[in-house]
């Protein structure tokens, strides 16, 4: 049969037809895609970065440095790969693996730098060089920085050299001996990490109005603003500012703290401090106030306007706000700031916005204190119920909670608690928590905070922590196991394990809530609560409270009678077991009880890694050899003990040494010892002409027989035994 004829570019035709057809305007859609940690933004971030770019220099386009062929990807590639498992012999053959690298990288950095499949491969090389190393980078970036932060994997690169250099400039701050000439410079010219970053800096000037809203050099800005300040970057203090939440972990298998992502705060050189007000100078001198105030909306600007601002207020002092060419004062330029001002209506519009709501946080906690106290009084201090009540707006209000006075805190808890059961039942306890904190904090009364919270988590047996955690209503198997099936999220759980060990903290009716509430369990309910991974950190906070009663402590420990062993080998609650250690300070029959289960169970911990820990940390070695020296540990490690409650075994009024309840935990020999000691003490004793010194009398004894029968003392356990005790 025939073939239909058919004209060759009818598809070419149809696409140019469909855009003529489309209008002119309209945007091409970006695909919202996360890669390599960082955050590429929608169409909309797009268009808004545009505008905010409106008028600032721009660089040129990028250049091509070019690509690697296969072999020397396949080769960068099994390198990366045996830095991520670091299985080396030591660190002298890691080093001169890194060597090799180094020289077959030389003249390819650039490539390798911007290769979406080795630049994994430039950020380890950065994690473990040496100083001399590091410059020798620096040198063969120098020239290229202005691009490379631009570029989508080069950015990361750079972050990494500038973290992991920036301890190097307080090293040769400190010992300016330490700042050597690097192979490939001219010998007779010293070139120090200082002026490294400096030269960096000043390829990148002019420019840092558009860096601040580029979607991979505005993340590179933040790091290199923290670096010059000489503040620390802490994963659990900046990272969601300076680095993004989705930033990818690139590390190595073992490696030492002073190798991860962070830097801890240090002395910078002036020039590093002139440098940081010159780039916060550069960075907002080419924008109007519209086009500031329009960074705060910005997705990537306004991360950097936040870290600009802080770091303006901490480092140049309140003061700074008084400069008409401040970046608070061109934000929040009217002075007084009152409705009907642009003030006003710039801060009307943050506190509700997603994105704007982060930028007057920052203000609300750095501003001067009469900046802080307009603001307050002007716009939030009638609104803060309203306020508790937003899911954005909320956080707002958790920043004006941490900087009031106990008179002002007093007055803005009233409206926040009439707003608790709507909180609770919308689980937005991040205002409750906070608030707590703030009134132990400046020791304001929580008494209306306990009456509504006990009435909100209320169930048939009054108030239950089960309610809190998000445990749900119905009880898991009989083992105590968690159900299969999840009803609360992962968030959830958090925000109200975390709300409850806020009530611990607080001495009084608040924590007695809980600690009644975990006394009341159960069995299965308590173990539920120890084998989940959130839940039990609330437990372990209980038990570890130095408030927290005797009668609380025992009742919550017995609920774990007979199921130490198994929950020893769980990974969340073994670390509820190595909390009761503590909980059982004065305790010492209930410490007893445990030690014996897990006595009990050896086979099982020492097979396991989890198991292992628990047995180490109980000293359970030193409980099965020599279990007087465990009593002994146990009196000096416990809280309080001067109403620590002897051991059995210590109290010789009531147990004899050779009584059942001692001997049965000791082997043949010692029982053996025990009770030859026993006949040489009953005999009587001789001189050296082998006559009789006197008879024992049974009111009486010498000092060298009270020496004897005297457990082994603090002083002689140290010697030769310290290696048994530690394990």
């Known amino acids: 049969m025939p073939k239909e004829n058919k004209r060759r570019g009818r598809r070419e035709e149809k696409k140019r037809k469909r855009e003529h057809d489309e209008p002119e305007h309209e945007p091409k859609r970006v695909r919202k895609s996360i890669e390599d940690g960082q955050e590429v933004p929608d169409e909309n971030g797009a268009q808004h970065q545009d505008a905010v770019a409106d008028g600032v220099p721009r660089p040129d386009a990028m250049p091509f440095y070019g690509m690697l062929d296969e072999n020397e990807q396949e080769y960068f590639r099994k390198a990366d790969e045996l830095l991520e498992l670091n299985q ?32 994994r491969l430039m950020e380890r090389l950065i994690l473990l060089s040496t100083p001399e190393q590091l410059k020798g980078l620096f040198q063969k970036f120098s020239g290229h920085f202005l691009h490379l932060v631009q570029h989508r994997f080069a950015s990361h690169c750079c972050e990494a050299l500038f973290i992991h250099a920036a301890p190097i400039v307080s090293q040769e701050l400190a010992q300016p001996q330490t700042a050597r000439t690097p192979p490939s410079s001219d010998p007779n010219d010293v070139v120090s990490m200082e002026n490294m970053f400096l030269y960096s800096l000043s390829e990148m000037e002019g420019y840092f109005g558009f860096l601040m809203t580029d979607r991979f050099a505005s993340h590179v800005l933040r790091v290199l603003l923290v670096v010059l300040a000489g503040v620390p970057l802490a994963k659990q203090n900046n990272k969601s500012i300076v680095q993004s939440k ?3 972990k690139i590390g190595v298998a073992g490696a030492e703290k002073s190798q991860d992502w962070i830097l801890e705060e240090r002395k910078v050189p002036q020039s590093f401090l ?6 916060t100078q550069d960075s907002v001198s080419g924008l109007d106030s519209t086009y500031l105030r329009a960074l705060a909306m910005h997705p990537t600007g306004n991360p950097t306007l936040q870290v600009l601002l802080q770091l303006e207020l901490k480092q140049f002092g309140k003061t700074r706000a008084k400069d008409e060419n401040s970046i608070i004062r061109r934000l929040l330029p009217d002075d007084p700031i009152a409705e009907g001002t642009e003030s006003a209506s710039f801060i009307n519009g943050l506190v509700y916005d997603q994105i704007g709501s982060r930028l007057l946080e920052t203000i609300i906690e750095f501003a001067p204190g009469k900046m802080f106290k307009t603001i307050y009084g002007e716009f939030f201090k009638n609104r803060m119920g309203s306020l508790a009540r937003n899911e954005i707006a909320g956080y707002v209000a958790g920043k004006l909670l941490g900087r009031l006075s106990a008179e002002d805190l007093r007055e803005a808890m009233i409206p926040i608690v009439e707003q608790i059961p709507s909180l609770v039942d919308r689980n937005r306890t991040v205002i409750i928590r906070t608030l707590i904190e703030r009134c132990q904090a400046r020791g304001v009364d929580v ?14 047996n009054g108030f239950e922590i089960a309610r809190i955690l998000r445990l749900g209503e119905s009880p898991s198997a009989e083992d ?14 958090l925000h109200g394990s975390l709300l409850a060990q806020s009530m611990i903290a607080v001495p009084g009716s608040l924590a ?23 839940a039990s950190r609330t437990v372990q906070v209980a ?25 020893a080998l769980d990974p ?15 305790l010492a029959f209930i410490r007893e009880r445990i030690a014996e289960e897990l006595a009990e169970n050896e086979g099982a911990l020492r097979e396991s890694h989890v198991g292992r820990a628990v047995w180490r940390n109980w000293s359970m070695d030193l409980y099965k050899r020599r279990r007087s020296e465990w009593v002994q540990q146990s009196k000096r490690n416990a809280k309080g003990n001067e109403g620590f409650q002897a051991f059995p075994e210590t109290d010789n009024n009531k147990h004899a040494p050779h009584s059942h309840a001692y001997s049965k935990h000791l082997t043949a020999i010692e029982k053996a010892r025990l009770k030859h000691a026993a006949k040489q003490a009953e005999q009587p004793k001789t001189d050296k002409e082998g006559k009789a010194t006197g008879s024992k009398s049974p009111h009486k004894s010498t000092k060298k027989d009270k020496q004897s029968s005297r457990p082994p003392s603090s002083s002689n356990q140290g010697k030769g035994k310290e290696p048994l005790m530690a394990q």
Not at 274 to 279: C, I, R, S, Y
Not at 482 to 492: A, D, L, Q, R, V
Not at 572 to 586: P, Q, Y
Request: hydrophobic residues 35%.
């Open 88 to 119: 080396f012999d030591g660190p002298e053959e890691r080093s001169l693996f890194l060597e090799n690298v180094y020289k077959e990288a030389d003249g390819k950095e650039l490539k390798i730098a911007n290769s979406q499949s080795c630049s």
């Open 480 to 493: 105590g196991k968690p159900e299969t099936t999840h009803t609360h999220s992962h968030s959830e759980k």
């Open 512 to 534: 007695d809530l809980i600690f009644d509430s975990l006394a009341k369990l159960g069995t299965t309910l308590s173990l539920r609560i120890a084998r989940d991974p959130v």
């Open 447 to 460: 008494s209306p905070i306990k009456a509504q919270l006990e009435a909100a988590y209320s169930g048939s």
């Open 274 to 279: 002139d440098a940081l007000e010159k780039v």
């Open 246 to 248: 989705r930033k990818e």
């Open 543 to 567: 038990l570890k409270a130095p408030h927290m009663g005797v009668i609380y402590r025992r009742k919550v420990i017995q609920q774990f009678y007979g199921h130490v062993g198994e929950l």
């Open 572 to 586: 969340a609650a073994s670390h509820v077991i190595d909390a009761v250690w503590e909980g059982t300070a004065n």
